[in-house]
Structures are given as structure tokens and as C-alpha cells.
């Protein structure tokens, strides 16, 4: 049995500081191994980004204690916090956050020079993953000129430019029609199938259908439904 590579035991948290509204996140325990796909559902309000940011590190918990990789992150500095993320986290959003007067590869290049990686080895380890995710010929485009699909896989390959242990994803079909949302479906299966651990949050049941190997859904801030699909080891 593998460790878990997420834990998070008994987090709060609560944005009103009254206490007259209902936290986020209330008592929540959760553990996930790595090589998991797990795929967060729940109505909106539920808690699931507020879950997603207290992993990533965006946010703090009120109590409790997230722990990632074997890295306290509710102890950590806001330096700390910056060099946690870039070596330890890769994020895939919605709508896809690449930065638009970059070229293609100078977006999947960024986390690599932003880590000090040298220059040689992050354009062959860019160069591996834009032509493993399907994009390496559009390396010297710009982002605006990609369909949808196209800019989520370079986003996709931004995110796993440092090796990272766990791939986070907020909602990364829901910008997408439905063509470019199947090929991302397929291309995040793909990926766990590999080994990566990927946590999604997302309102996309045929995404965490396709290629999540387990299923919780938040109800309230609350973990109300936690499922292993047929088959996948815990």
C-alpha cells in the first residue's frame, strides 16, 4: 500500500470571522495515495476550491493541519509557500492562465527558469513534453492563436515541466467544447495511468468518470460521498 501523498486531518476553515455564517471546510479528514486520480464533485459552495487552494497552498486552513508530500504546508512561510508550489505542485486551471505574449514553449519553459533549472535541460524536458502532449509544432505560436484543447495541453505541459508529485486541476474541461473536452479527458487518463497522482475538482461527471480512479463529493464543506471506482487498488 502506497503512502498518502495528501492528508489533511480535521481542517476548518471559515472565512466569516462572526461565526454566524457556515465554514467552508468543517472537520474534514481526507487522505490520498499516490498514483490516485481523484476527482473532486460538489454543487457550488460545497468547499471544493477552497479544498483545491488550501492544497496548493493559495490558502490557509482555520484549524487543522494539510500535509503534502511529507511538507506541513499550513506551517509554511510565504517564501516557503513559493518554493513548495514549484517543486511540488503542478496546476491546470480553467482557463488555461498562459500568458499570452509568450510563445508556446517559452509558457511550458517558465516554471523550469523560474526554479533555476539550466537553460539546455529545460528546453529538452519542454521539447519532450510538448511533443508528448501533441503540441510541438506549435512551439513558436502564441497562445491566442490555439483552439481550446490545444491551449489546455500546453497548460497541461506547463504544469508537469518540474516533475511534480501531485498535478492539480480546477476545472479543466469547463472552458472546452465538447471535442477538446473528451481529448482532455483522455489525455488526464492517460497521465494517472502512468503514475501521476492528479487531484481534479470539477462539475464535469464524465471527466471524473474517464479518468479518475476515486470520487468524493463536499456537501456544505462536509465529506458526504467518498467512492473507488471498480477495480483501482487504495
Known amino acids: 500500500m502506497t503512502a ?28 490520498v495515495r499516490a498514483g490516485e486520480a481523484l476527482a473532486v ?13 488550501l492544497i496548493a497552498g493559495l490558502d490557509r486552513p482555520s484549524t487543522g493541519s494539510v500535509t503534502v508530500d ?27 492562465n498562459l500568458l499570452d505574449d509568450l510563445t508556446v514553449e517559452d509558457n511550458v519553459l517558465l516554471p523550469a527558469q523560474l526554479s533555476g533549472v539550466s537553460r539546455a535541460r529545460a528546453r529538452a524536458r519542454a521539447a519532450e513534453l510538448m511533443d508528448r502532449l501533441g503540441v510541438a509544432r506549435h512551439a513558436r505560436t502564441f497562445p491566442a492563436l490555439l483552439s481550446g484543447g490545444e491551449r ?5 505541459a506547463r504544469a508537469l515541466m518540474n516533475r511534480p508529485p501531485l498535478l492539480l486541476a480546477d476545472e479543466p474541461t469547463g472552458a472546452l467544447d465538447t471535442a477538446s473536452a473528451a481529448d482532455v479527458r483522455s489525455l488526464l487518463g492517460e497521465l494517472n ?42
Open 4 to 31: 498518502p501523498i495528501i492528508r489533511l486531518r480535521d481542517v476548518n476553515k471559515t472565512y466569516d470571522t462572526s461565526g454566524t455564517a457556515r465554514p467552508a471546510l468543517a472537520g474534514l479528514d481526507l487522505e
Open 41 to 53: 464533485l460538489g454543487r457550488s459552495g460545497s468547499g471544493k476550491s477552497t479544498l483545491l487552494n
Open 70 to 96: 511529507g511538507v506541513a504546508v499550513h506551517k509554511l512561510g510565504e517564501a516557503a509557500l513559493a518554493g513548495y508550489r514549484r517543486a511540488r505542485i503542478g496546476m491546470v486551471f480553467q482557463f488555461f
Open 152 to 156: 489546455q495541453r500546453v497548460a497541461v
Open 193 to 234: 495511468a502512468e503514475g501521476q497522482t492528479i487531484l481534479l475538482v470539477t462539475h464535469d461527471t464524465a471527466l471524473a468518470g474517464a479518468c479518475a480512479t476515486r470520487t468524493i463529493e463536499l456537501l456544505d464543506g462536509v465529506l458526504h460521498r467518498d467512492t473507488l471506482r471498480a477495480g483501482a487498488a487504495r
